[in-house]
């Protein structure tokens, strides 16, 4: 009896999905995360102060969502995994603890 067993599965190719997901993986992830974080920073405090100068209802749920977006970006990129340091540096490795 002959077993049909699944054609071997290629490993996933860690392509990145854009720009900013590229150099997270490159060799300036650390300047990279910092950079978009602190424009997400600049992008939270500006629409809260849009949000507290008053808006029409519709403006305040698009800044709402807007606000919202930003916040679940800016914890995405908190828990980004840097890649490891390469072979030999003597940098430490920054990224999430693990326990």
Do not use: N, W
């Not at 997270?24 to 910092?34: F, K, P, Y």
């Not at 602190?38 to 939270?44: D, G, R, S, T, W």
């Not at 890649?83 to 999430?96: C, E, I, T």
Request: aromatic share 2%.
């Amino acid at each position: 009896m002959k077993l049909l067993l699944p054609d071997a599965v290629k490993p996933l190719q860690a392509e990145a999905l854009g720009p900013l997901e590229e150099r997270l993986r490159g060799a300036s992830a650390v300047q990279a995360r910092a950079e978009a974080l602190a424009q997400l920073a600049a992008l939270e405090q500006r629409t809260r102060s849009s949000m507290a100068a008053g808006v029409a209802p519709q403006r305040y749920r698009e800044l709402a969502a807007l606000l919202d977006a930003s916040l679940a970006a800016h914890e995405v990129l908190a828990h980004f995994s840097l890649p490891p340091p390469l072979a030999g540096s003597r940098l430490p490795h920054v990224g999430p603890e693990r326990k």
